[in-house]
């Protein structure tokens, strides 16, 4: 699986809230398997948009989606409760 650059927002956000290296972690396992169990790849509502989203941390999600079959685009990442 193939991920585009990260929009400098992205990067800005990751790194004002010091997670880079737990999002490289969980990149590097989305590459390998996107639906690995430490990632809970989840499809978000509503359905019919596809977008999806994999978990950075406990608090924070990355929100993705498919540019072609096996390239995606993180759109935001986020406070998962916020």
Do not use: C
């Amino acid at each position: 699986m193939k991920i585009l650059p990260l929009h400098p927002e992205v990067r800005k956000y990751l790194k004002e809230r010091n997670l880079e290296k737990k999002f490289l972690k969980q990149k590097i396992l989305f590459q390998d398997n996107l639906f690995h169990s430490g990632l809970k790849t989840e499809l978000l509502e509503p359905r019919k948009m596809r977008i999806w989203s994999f978990r950075i941390d406990r608090k924070y999600r990355a929100i993705f989606i498919f540019r072609e079959k096996d390239i995606v685009e993180i759109v935001d990442v986020n406070n998962h409760y916020q």
